[in-house]
């Protein structure tokens, strides 16, 4: 039997030394300085140190009158204390009012605390007439007052160079006077399909063809990865069209992926092209689905042929490719995934040891825990499998399946 | 005492109260049809029924022969059974090809199956010599075939309406041969800020003056609830130029958020507003924080006046301003945010009963659970409060805060 298995994927390389493999490769991709309003779902590439003390002076917390605390010691409702009007500031203006023992200043929230006063008393807690106010409350010294830097603190740093900038990141940035950002430039990704059998949606079905769904979706992939989409095209199952668009396509891309044509099968030219104009790096992954993964270089682009079944080239994009467009943008944490623990719900068994399995899985949630219920599927080109599912659950190279009542990791979909 | 509480939030809404009044006036969104390679991250406005098979053939999984499984029964690699090469057919091909018993189709992985065979054999399990082909095992029939309609059946729903287009749903509906997607149209949001204390990030710092963040920020979170920011702009705090800001955004805007201006203060012009041309629905939301929020109507466009201080700011778009944009979108699940459950590292008093607490919490993995660390932190302004922090834990109304070790289900903030 040996000798019949000789064709195919016979060294199959794990998971972690591809990765390994691949990444010596990578450069990390240049700077460009953007405009902070643009700046959503952009990784950044610095550190940044703030300039600034947050809030950057003593303000008011609360609509009141900055007082001295020690003038409302010992203050009750039914014994107030009572001090004078002496001036009002407003929230933005900054006020050279000096504020002296038994005086109040009515003061907004946010507004600078005035010279001399320590405390703000809230409105509600005092009454006035005739510009004497009356405290109805003792406050201890502080209250009420955000002090300069209390949030942050000039020389700070506050956020690291790799970070993925989302809502709270921007808030930050423009709280310390940004309106420029620099982040990684995106990774140019051109994304190819072959195979004879594929035709475009919107165009009709003929017999023995399918549609070609897999440019879409790793394109939808890219771009919630991070990457820039070039270019996405379907071409001819020929040696020549094939190796002349990738080397086109080198010109203007970063990573170029391919799906489709990489199985033994009488068509499969990409192995051959890899090998003759670049460097093959991998030819085969040690992970189900999605074993039959080549990665090479060309022209200095990185180039991922996934499988052609849908779910093989989702995983493995997930895996590898969208691993190594996070690599390229410095970022912190190179698999975006929402993690959960969940119980799983039976026993699964896996059928051949070495590989690491991905198991899809739906998730049920009870009162106090989650269940992950894998999905029942045949293949790896039921992309209904994806949709009808919630997440992966990775079962590592060397152990026996999973037992039912596990508590097992999933990741959930990228979204 | 009473007579002093009376300025202020007197009559503060549930949340829930909240949003059932709020939806009362909600009509979803209008459907647009657009490509689907521009549908990622958009929401689904019909439901999708398969008009095909998938596949819409039987076909192969294998590079093999397709044969009679019958002529493999008792095949062995001591006793190969053997067949005529009768053909070939290549994916994409549609064959006439007719099998007869003793005889094999040289097949590739995903090209139709002839017509007479009920099986395929790998080629690793085969070998070829003349034209005469030996099988080294015995096959049951309809292995490695993928059969007709096996992943979808013609006339089965896939999607269903208000569902949120993610790479592993694009997959599907080009699959299903879609090159169109019927979606809503995104909610139309203007933002202002407004406060004479503000000065935009990018210029130099005055005494007296904060960098306005909140535009950017909630601009961000729009964009991430599905909605188009329309304009950002801050705006002076005078009730005319206010005014006139507001009701010109009406005219191009499903929602206008206004941040600042919602609190008691001498300059809060905004409930005075809504109140002159409009309709108050909420002045104040039983939450913290975020008690200082108005919600209302003019010209048929939602108005909400969200507090100044950056995390009430945050806070009150998730649970209110972004579910309402989720909500006209038609989208299935209204808070976007993952949820995992972890155990609380340490006794969380609540100081005020009646409210829904937020809790920011660091999440931390131990082996096999979640840590959840509240942050250390004095007021809603504290910007460094959410980038330091992972999620949000809820603390209901009237419950007396949360016990160390109890498990609670943290909100991870959306990406």
């Known amino acids: 039997m040996e000798k019949l298995r000789k064709v195919g994927f016979a060294n199959l390389t794990s998971l972690e030394d591809t990765l390994e493999l691949v990444f010596s490769y990578i450069k990390i ?129 506050v956020l690291t160079e790799g970070v993925e900038l989302n809502a709270e990141q921007i808030a930050l940035l423009t709280s310390l006077g940004l309106d420029k950002v620099k982040v990684r430039a995106k990774p140019r990704v051109s994304i190819f399909s072959s195979g004879d059998e594929l035709i475009e949606p919107g165009t009709k079905l003929k017999p023995g063809k399918i549609y070609n769904s897999n440019t879409p979706m790793i394109s939808a992939l890219v771009t919630l990865y991070g990457g820039e989409v070039v270019k996405g095209e379907t071409v001819k199952d020929d040696k020549d069209i094939i190796k002349n668009k990738l080397i086109e396509a080198t010109e203007d891309s970063d990573i170029i992926i391919f799906t489709g044509g990489t199985s033994v099968g009488t068509k499969d030219f990409l192995p051959e092209i890899v090998h003759e104009s670049g460097i093959v790096l991998i030819h085969g992954v040690a992970q189900r689905p999605g074993a039959p993964i080549l990665i090479g270089i060309l022209n200095n682009t990185l180039i991922f042929c996934l499988p052609g079944t849908p779910v093989a080239a989702y995983v493995s994009f997930l895996k590898i490719t969208g691993i190594v467009i996070r690599k390229m943008l410095g970022c912190l944490i190179l698999d975006p995934r929402h993690e959960v623990i969940a119980k799983i719900s039976k026993d699964v068994p896996v059928s051949s040891l070495g590989y690491l399995h991905y198991l899809r899985v739906i998730i049920e949630k009870t009162q106090n825990e989650l269940i992950a219920k894998p999905v029942k599927l045949k293949g790896s080109g039921v992309i209904s499998s994806l949709t009808f599912s919630d997440g992966i659950v990775e079962i590592p190279p060397y152990r026996e399946g999973l037992k039912k009542g596990d508590l097992v990791k999933v990741k959930l979909f990228p979204q």
């Open 29 to 157: 991709n240049p700077i460009e300085e953007i405009e902070v309003n643009t700046v959503l779902n952009r990784f950044l590439a610095t550190n940044i140190t703030s300039e600034l003390d947050i809030p950057p002076f003593d303000r008011s917390a609360m609509d009141g009158y900055a007082i001295k605390a020690e003038d409302s010691f010992n203050a009750s409702l039914s014994n107030p204390k009572k001090i004078q009007l002496s001036g009002k500031i407003e929230i933005g203006e900054f006020s050279n009012l000096n504020l002296n023992n038994g005086e109040g200043i009515r003061i907004s929230t946010g507004a600078p605390i005035p010279k001399g006063a320590d405390t703000v008393i809230k409105i509600e807690d005092t009454e006035i007439e005739n510009d004497v106010i009356s405290l109805y409350i003792s406050l201890p010294p502080g209250k009420n007052v955000s002090k300069k830097g209390e949030d942050i603190k000039k020389g700070t740093q």
